[in-house]
């Protein structure tokens, strides 16, 4: 009880299980028998959260990689361990993944280069010599061993391009597609898609079989690049290989659905077939000759030699008893280890991190509900002062909820009736919204009386949303009237919906842009951004290009919720126009060059709720001239929440990664925020008569510049006279 176990594999043997185990306080590597009874326990020099082991085919070493991205080789024998490698940057999806060569003797792995792109590497575990085997032209990915030792398999992708700005909103559109390579590991290698007779296809099937298991990998670096091969298969997006036996490889494709596709290809035929779709996680065994998977909640045992997975179903209802009390202390512990190894510095902020333990794992004691532990967790890790150091989820009691359905308006009380105030639309152009009463022939307007829900009379003190419970999309039927009697009532059949957030947030939006409208005369556009990941960037690409007819823009990124580094919407904002090309039609009114732009002033409404990437939105703005910051300053969160592991019971901790600083080489914005060049406050009185200070002010700003630097389309010139003959031509000799 209270101990973490992670990341187990079986031996080559499978006469052994090896995995990470916090026991003591801290991971260390731990090999027993297959049940669990005779233990060794090997100590790491580092103290560190531990990934993905291999063990090596001979069963001498296992290889694996720690919190900060470093390869480790552990001797099972002597329980030496060595550090091998280390990735060139932290990046989130930890790739660096070693495996081992079928005779014990390397590992390969993918590592970033500089560029951030990634090549393929080899570590001798003999002469411990390093080498890279790809030259990054190409972002390499996934190397895995043919089971005879004579090539390395890859995925390689040219168009990766800006994917590898992965922090990066310029990165969300390009569509990465890979393509599958051998490397011939020997200088005196053949290829794999030689051309061969059918009689040498047949002897060499026959001689493969009359062969000794006993492998020896010969790597001859010199000249390597060039015995990169591809190897027949359609470029698509392909997530990673899995080894496979002789001439056989998996392949992880990505799909529509849940999980991935995985494939089996053939390299002697140079074709693929479906093997097992959905797969969500998978495994192969170290002779290669068995896969086990998991589907939809259950797990699959097949063998590997079959074009298709069998339709085997593991029986795995385990049960575990847990003592809360002892698991709650291991989670704590655990808490403060991912702040003392995974935060962005070393020093923890300044924290007397030993000491910080010693105040608060005494409050453990007295936890009596998960809920509880994330209080004292959240406390704990508040002592580092920073952002986005959020803590949830965790294994809590099941709770039946009730859906609770909604009508998408806003209801209000009057002399003991219920009358309908608003009705949200959903605007236009919406297609994930659904507006209840909003539907055109629905027959119900604002100001009219909701007088029974269901058959059931509806009059105060009775909560409207009473009779509402579980009527979530389904169909219910109302009677309304303009009156708060019976007088020109009528039934209708509404479905009423979970939520209303969507039909909100585009009301406010809509109505936000109509204001900006009318305040400016038609002069100004008006592009809220929500966040800085998708709904930001959908958001953006919406009502930006949308409005392109207009004199300038209202950037409103106020309650900006983060997500990336906007770089996409700067790199907009900051187009040049360079020219013209002439359209003949109608007026001839010409295309910029470039088309897509707003090329007149911009002006950012910001507040205290936008943070994280909704600091550096502004800040970048800022950076950048495009235009003056309106509002309140920023939150003030500027640091990655990507890569702290989860809890052993699913909670979450964030220990945030990748602190943010400047062009000078100063720390900045965390804890800061970014300040508005014209700061001006939300006063209640004026927000609640329905005005919005800050919008208007940008408005106003807006305007004043568009008095000085306004952009005004050019006409198109005269026609040029470019045809030209010698002086005489048209005259008779």
């Known amino acids: 009880p209270g101990v973490a176990d992670r990341y187990p594999i079986w031996s080559p043997e499978g006469d052994q299980i090896a995995w990470f185990s916090d026991q003591i306080g801290e991971y260390q590597l731990v090999l027993s028998d297959q049940r669990g009874e005779i233990q060794r326990r090997i100590s790491i020099p580092n103290n560190k959260f531990y990934f993905v082991p291999d063990w090596s085919p001979d069963g001498s070493h296992i290889a694996f990689t720690d919190t900060d991205y470093n390869i480790w080789i552990v001797d099972v024998n002597n329980g030496t361990a060595d550090k091998i490698d280390t990735d060139r940057y932290a990046h989130p999806n930890r790739t660096m993944n070693p495996q081992w060569s079928p005779d014990s003797k390397w590992i390969s ?111 001859d670096v010199e000249g390597i690049y060039d015995r990169l091969i591809p190897l027949k298969l359609d470029n698509d997006n392909y997530l990673g290989l899995e080894r496979g036996p002789k001439g056989t490889i998996f392949i992880a494709q990505e799909n529509d659905g849940p999980g991935v596709t995985l494939l089996k290809y053939d390299v002697d035929k140079e074709k693929s ?129 009730v859906p609770v359905g909604l009508l998408g308006c806003e209801i209000e009380q009057v002399s003991g009736s219920y009358r309908i105030k608003k009705i949200y639309t959903g605007e236009r152009w919406n297609p994930n919204l659904y507006a209840p009463l909003g539907l055109p022939g629905m027959n119900v307007k604002e100001g009219d009386y909701i007088l029974s829900i269901n058959g059931k009379d509806l009059r105060a003190p009775t909560n409207p949303y009473s009779l509402l419970e579980n009527t979530a999309g389904r169909e219910i039927y109302m009677e309304v009237s303009p009156y708060s009697s019976m007088t020109g009532v009528k039934e209708i059949m509404v479905k009423p919906i979970q939520s209303e957030r969507g ?81 003949k039609a109608g007026d001839k009114r010409p295309w910029t060059t470039p088309i897509a732009g707003i090329w007149g002033p911009k002006v950012m409404l910001i507040n205290e709720r936008a943070g994280s990437g909704g600091d550096l939105l502004p800040y970048m703005f800022k950076a950048a001239g495009l235009g003056p910051l309106v509002g309140t300053r920023t939150w003030g969160g500027l640091v990655g929440t990507w890569d702290t592991p989860r809890f052993i019971d699913g909670g979450r901790m964030v220990a945030p990664r990748g ?23 939300q006063e209640p009185k004026l927000v609640l008569e329905g005005r919005d200070p800050q919008l208007e002010k940008g408005v106003e700003e807006a305007l004043r510049l568009l008095q000085i630097k306004e952009f005004i389309m050019k006409p198109e010139p005269a026609p040029p006279v470019r045809w030209k003959r010698p002086a005489g031509w048209d005259k008779n000799e």
Do not use: C
Request: glycine share 10%; no cysteine; hydrophobic share 35%.
């Open 659 to 681: 602190g943010f600083f400047d062009v000078d080489g100063n720390w900045a914005v965390e804890g800061d925020g970014v300040a508005p060049d014209i700061e001006v406050i």
């Open 273 to 401: 077939e479906t093997f097992a779709e959905g797969v969500a996680t998978r495994s192969i065994s170290a002779d290669r000759k068995h896969i086990v998977f998991g589907k939809n909640g259950t797990w699959n045992l097949s063998e590997t030699n079959g074009s298709k997975a069998g339709k085997e179903t593991l029986k795995t209802d385990l049960k575990i008893k847990l003592d809360p009390q002892a698991e709650y202390h291991q989670i704590f512990k655990e808490g403060w280890r991912y702040m003392r190894d995974f935060l962005y510095v070393d020093n923890v902020h300044g924290a007397p991190w030993d000491q910080v333990y010693e105040w608060y794992a005494p409050w453990i004691d007295h936890v009596r509900h998960r809920t509880d532990l994330n209080y004292v967790v959240d406390i704990m890790s508040g002592e580092v002062a920073i952002g986005h150091s959020y803590v949830s989820g965790g294994d809590m009691p099941d709770i039946d909820r």
């Open 109 to 219: 792995y993918e590592k970033q280069l500089d560029s951030h792109f990634k090549a393929v590497f080899v570590h001798n575990v003999v002469n411990k010599a390093t080498h890279q085997i790809t030259d990054g032209m190409a972002d390499a990915t996934t190397p895995v061993w043919d089971a005879g030792g004579e090539y390395l398999y890859l995925l390689g992708s040219t168009n990766y391009g800006l994917t590898s700005g992965w922090l990066d909103m310029s990165s969300y559109d390009p569509d990465v597609t890979r393509s599958l390579y051998a490397i011939v590991l020997s200088s005196q290698g053949k290829a794999p898609i030689m051309p061969k007779s059918d009689e040498e296809s047949e002897s060499s099937k026959k001689s493969d079989e009359d062969k000794d298991e006993a492998v020896t990998v010969r790597i």
């Open 503 to 583: 039909l909100r947030t585009v009301d406010w939006v809509e109505s936000n842009r109509r204001k900006v409208d009318e305040l400016s005369d038609g002069k100004l556009a008006y592009v809220y951004v929500p966040n800085t990941g998708n709904g930001g960037f959908t958001s953006f690409n919406r009502y930006y290009f949308a409005q392109q007819d207009k004199k300038g823009v209202i950037i409103d990124e106020r309650n900006n919720g983060g997500g990336s580094a906007a770089d996409y919407m700067i790199d907009v904002m900051a187009r040049q126009h360079f020219g013209y090309f002439n359209s």
